[in-house]
């Protein structure tokens, strides 16, 4: 190229900066670019040459010129280093080292440095969390000292009038010869540890600045902020994971001895009973060391949503407006049945999406409509209507929480908090809007029956009329009257009918999508001041709605259609088609928005940096409307506090049903970026496996279906014809990219990228739409087995969140302070065994299926598949359990024992077992801050469970697999109790089921049995109090974890169906009898019949 052909700008700069960008790329062939490029040589962007700004300084340079630095004649002074200060750890006051050790600045001291740079610190900073280059001290320390005298080097290389010689900075600081290119970019040497880190250069010897980062994450560093991450993790206090991990090991070498002492110690007395026994806690064992394991390294994560706010929505020159630069978010919303799932609790949780503090334009909410029901179309468009009130009174008061009915029912005082004048007017007005909205939502089912009523009326006439017309003689001709739906518009509704006929019928209907409210522009638009038709001053308020859509998939006979799997994924191809949000949240139609803030805390995972490689983000389930006792541990808390936080300390949690926001790709079945591609092999966790393996280059291939070759050309096979969802594709992996802007963001996108509005809705992807949710669409593709939800099981839930972790992907647990969702859940106690019965035959059907963590491939962590081992496998731990449930009940039948003698080692043995397992769940509660009550109630419903609807599932899932008998459930009831003086008395109703028969007998058998033993005891000459003690210290023991459920049966005023009793009392009169005739006592008074007799 030639110098004097390039056009310059004052002070020697090109006029085109593409040129200049092509020179450094060709220079970093050779060496590595330290500090980034400027876009101008304005005064306000001089870079910092290792640590220093030279104010009013003009650099100039040019092809084949050295750079320099002009500066004023005066001298600026230098900042040290670091100086000496405290230690910035919290709750550490010593002195901080006087040497930097990270690029963040961190000030530390040397016993916190040690720590954190040491194994159980992992080697990171705890500040931003990256790697330290170098972790020994001494080693900090001499470079401390390379550091001062390249420091003095540079004074010596200040001319006398200020001016800066960078060529002789550059050949006295270790750095390589001077570099053709301008000015603002350092060359690193080659054995740089902050190069090797990965801290400058974005990569590797060889690559280049616009490679993965690009120019905008190094140019955070020139804006005077330091990079800040949007999340950070928070590991639980040694002081409690320490003694927690040594009491697991201490159970775990306990139980060994334990069992081994049982083998060789055999009762010759009863060898039936103690076979029984000994094989029923060697499964006990198994499964309580696969359920702790998983539990070993919980942590816990903590979000800045202030850091969120700068990167994203902050004004600059290119963004005056504050326009934000978030990705989309699409929220799916299920439903299927208006009976079972009321219309007002639907439309409740839209109003709290729609009033979500996340940007408007940003934001979709599509609804499913399974049932295809008029009534709960009505219903949102009723919501639509009273959110344009709802929405601006949330956005104006900060209201908390946002779905009407919740807020209006609060017990604590509205108005704390509220310094707004005119707050109580508003609430007021609203208050009366919500009541007269209830009104109209609760009288749908009646204006639609006299409507369709009316209409049909009218249509029969006409047609009678008309047919009568055509008739040659005066007899009219009879018909059957069509009893249709009708919409207030006068035609016929297009989805199922009150009457159901050919193709308006429960799985025969046409598919739906209504826009009910359009996509908004992406500018903000406030509202009027006070007017006779919206009666609020909404004059400061952003009064703009996210968009809402209802859908209502086609349903034909002969079809598969998979459930709620089948409608979960006809909403991911409408909604790309419609919207394309990268981020998908998927809320059950009885979970609405308790914190309006949660979107946002979703995206500090997503947008961070690594976030690339989360498929989804899990929030815990949290329920209202659950009595104070939680008789029946529905709150779950054991569940969602310690083993879901635990397992977010290892690949992440699983996916649980609802509270989860997806990253749209993951759910394409693609690969996370930079995975490592690895050799099948059947033992897949084997400790050499990292050996074989080579890394991807992320650059030649940033998309990869699962199990496929790269290329484009197999999408339609996988993904279906339609074109505007295979444009899609590439569109949303982009937006859902975290942004460059730190030199380890591989393959972020540019800052401002997704500002710009939205490409209007037109009435060619509405159609699209429709037709990608056809009932023929997912013939012959890759839909439900590896792309979008998974079909083929009950829990299609867990298996969804499996397929991802096996393709690499980690999850997210985000609990957050004030709970981001909650909903209802059954109180009632048949309700609760049905729930569990569908979700343990899910774990039975996973079990026996290809997605056994068994086959898992090499990309699912140990403890991880371990864990999914645990969920196939604890179903069948009810097999066990009820025998052991009778054994107590058989020893004080038969006078015998499952030991020889209650001898010292046996008590010793039981007690170091009960003791340990006591302090590891204070321990579990200590750091998962659950209480004791609530951990107590869950080991007594495992039992009820585990008597009741997980032997039950077990039995069903084995007939599937045998026999391939299908398993049909039915919706679980989310409608509220009638009975308005008592909100709990759904609590008390007893509903007859076969579920029940398992652990009534179990009680029955046990109270019998205790009043048998008590009985020898007492009338025997030669009394054993032994084997009385332990047999009864036992059966108390089941009854005491099956007292909820035997409370539960009594109801309220003792209504329970005496068929319960019936079948109960002669099942354990029968299992009673026969105890006693295998082994009748020898000195017996009275007989009865055969071998049978009383003690």
């Known amino acids: ?573 409408s909604s790309a088609i419609m919207s394309n949000g990268p981020f998908i949240l998927n809320l059950d139609c009885d979970h609405y928005v308790n914190n309006s803030q949660a979107f946002r805390e979703a995206m500090c995972f997503m947008m961070d940096r690594g976030g690339d490689r989360i498929a989804f983000i899990q929030f815990p389930q949290r329920f209202e409307g659950i009595d104070p006792s939680d008789r029946y541990s529905n709150h779950n808390r054991v569940f969602f506090d310690i083993n879901m936080r635990a397992l977010d300390g290892l690949q992440g949690p699983e996916y649980v049903g609802t509270g989860c926001m997806f990253r749209r790709i993951a759910l394409y079945g693609f690969d996370p970026p930079r995975q490592k591609k690895t050799r099948s092999c059947c033992l897949s966790c084997c400790p050499g496996s990292r050996s074989r393996s080579r890394e991807i280059d992320e650059s030649e291939q940033p998309l990869r279906p699962a199990d496929e070759l790269p290329g484009m050309s197999t999408w339609p096979r996988k993904f279906g014809n339609s074109n505007f969802f295979l444009d899609s594709i590439l569109v949303s992996e982009f937006n859902g990219r975290p942004l460059a802007d730190h030199p380890t963001v591989k393959h972020g996108r540019e800052p401002l990228a997704l500002i710009a509005p939205r490409e209007p809705l037109t009435k060619d992807m509405v159609a699209e739409a429709i037709g990608v949710i056809s009932c023929w669409y997912e013939d012959k593709t890759d839909w439900g087995l590896n792309v979008g939800w998974v079909y083929g099981s009950v829990t299609e839930d867990v298996v969804t969140g499996y397929k991802m972790h096996t393709r690499g992907w980690r999850s997210v647990y985000c609990l957050t302070k004030r709970d981001a969702f909650r909903g209802t859940a059954p109180i009632n106690l048949t309700d609760r065994l049905h729930q569990v019965l569908r979700w343990a035959t899910g774990s039975v059907e996973i079990f026996f299926s290809r997605n056994n963590a068994f086959l898992a491939g090499r990309r699912l962590n140990f403890l991880q598949r371990i864990a999914y081992l645990n969920v196939g496998i604890y179903p069948f731990t009810s097999i066990f359990l009820i025998v052991y449930c009778f054994i107590p009940a058989l020893s004080l039948f038969t006078n015998q024992f499952i030991v020889q003698t209650l001898s010292v080692s046996f008590v010793v043995y039981l007690l170091i077992i009960t003791s340990t397992l006591c302090v590891l769940a204070l321990l579990e509660i200590k750091w998962s801050g659950i209480t004791l009550e609530e951990w107590w109630r869950n080991e007594q419903f495992w039992m009820i469970g585990g008597t009741s609807a997980h032997l039950t599932a077990v039995f069903q899932g084995i007939l599937k697999v045998i026999a391939g008998i299908e398993i049909s459930f039915t919706l679980t009831s989310k409608a509220a109790t009638d009975d308005e003086e008592d909100e709990f008395a759904d609590l008390y109703v007893v509903k007859w089921t076969f579920l029940m028969i398992p652990p009534i007998t179990i009680m029955m058998v046990n109270i019998i049995a205790i009043a048998v033993g008590i009985a020898r005891a007492v009338y025997q000459k030669h009394k054993n109090w032994g084997k009385l003690l332990g047999g009864a210290f036992f059966s108390f023991w089941v009854l005491a974890h099956l007292f909820p459920f035997a409370k539960g049966l009594m109801g309220r005023k003792g209504r329970t169906p005496t068929i319960v009793f019936i079948w109960s009392g002669l099942i354990s009169v029968t299992i009673a009898l026969l105890a006693v005739s295998i082994n009748p006592p020898a000195n017996n008074k009275w007989q009865i019949g055969g071998s049978f007799s009383f003690p």
């Open 1 to 573: 190229m030639d110098r004097n052909s390039d056009a310059r700008s004052e002070g020697g700069y090109p006029a085109s900066f593409a040129a200049r960008r092509t020179r450094v790329q060709d220079f970093s062939e050779s060496g590595h670019i330290g500090l980034p490029l400027t876009s101008t040589a304005s005064m306000n962007d001089i870079p910092r040459l290792e640590g220093e700004y030279l104010a009013n300084a003009v650099i100039t340079g040019g092809y084949a010129t050295s750079t320099r630095a002009h500066g004023l004649p005066r001298r600026v002074e230098e900042r040290p280093i670091l100086p000496p200060d405290i230690c910035q750890l919290p709750g550490c006051n010593n002195k901080a080292l006087d040497v930097p050790t990270c690029e963040c600045d961190l000030r530390i001291c040397a016993a916190c440095f040690k720590e954190a740079a040491g194994p159980n610190g992992g080697g990171a900073c705890p500040g931003c969390k990256l790697s330290y280059p170098i972790t020994d001290l001494e080693e900090l320390r001499v470079r401390r000292t390379e550091t001062i005298h390249a420091n003095d080097e540079r004074t010596k290389a200040r001319s006398n009038n200020g001016d800066w010689d960078a060529e002789s900075y550059l050949s006295t600081s270790g750095f390589k010869r001077p570099f053709s290119g301008f000015g603002n970019a350092s060359l690193l040497p080659e054995d740089s540890p902050f190069v090797e880190a990965g801290m400058y250069g974005g990569g590797p010897p060889g690559g280049s600045v616009t490679d993965g980062a690009s120019e905008y994450g190094a140019e955070n560093r020139f804006t005077g902020k330091t990079w800040r991450p949007l999340s950070r993790k928070i590991s639980i206090p040694s002081a409690v994971l320490s003694p927690y991990r040594l009491f697991v090991l201490l159970r775990l070498v306990a139980l060994v001895l334990f069992l081994t002492w049982r083998v060789m110690n055999v009762n010759h007395d009863a060898v039936w009973l103690w076979l029984m026994s000994v094989i029923c806690e060697i499964w006990f064992a198994i499964s309580w060391l696969l359920d702790q394991l998983p539990k070993l390294s919980p942590i816990d994560r903590a979000t800045n949503l202030v850091v969120l706010k700068e990167k994203f929505e902050t004004k600059s020159d290119k963004n005056p407006l504050g326009i934000s630069d978030l990705p989309g978010i699409d929220v799916f919303v299920s439903t299927a049945d208006p009976d079972k799932e009321p219309v007002l609790v639907t439309a409740n949780t839209i109003l709290s999406i729609l009033a979500a503090d996340y940007p408007v334009e940003k934001l979709a909410c599509y609804v499913s409509d399974d049932g295809g029901s008029l009534l709960t179309y009505e219903a949102l468009a009723e919501a639509a209507m009273f959110a344009n009130a709802w929405v601006p009174f949330c956005r104006k008061h900060n209201i908390e929480p946002r779905n009407p009915e919740s807020y209006f029912n609060l017990k604590k005082d509205p108005f704390k908090d509220k310094v707004r004048p005119d707050f109580v007017k508003d609430r007021r007005r609203v208050k009366r809007e919500y009541d007269e909205y209830k009104v109209r939502i609760n009288g749908l089912p009646n204006a639609i029956k006299r409507r369709s009523d009316t209409f049909n009326a009218v249509e029969d006439q006409a047609r009678q009329r008309r047919m009568n017309l055509e008739e040659d003689n005066d007899m009219p001709k009879l018909f059957k009257p069509v009893k249709a739906t009708w919409m207030a518009d006068r035609t016929h509704w297009a989805g199922t009918w009150m009457h159901p006929t050919a193709d308006h019928k429960k799985g025969d209907h046409a598919g739906i999508v209504q826009v009910l409210i359009k996509p908004a522009h992406n500018q903000p638009h406030l509202g009027n001041r006070e007017d006779s038709k919206v009666p609020f001053d909404f004059s400061m308020v952003d009064v703009r709605l996210p968009m809402l859509v209802y859908v209502s998939r086609e349903k034909r006979p002969g079809y598969d259609h998979n459930k709620k799997a089948g409608a979960m994924n006809a909403l991911v191809r």
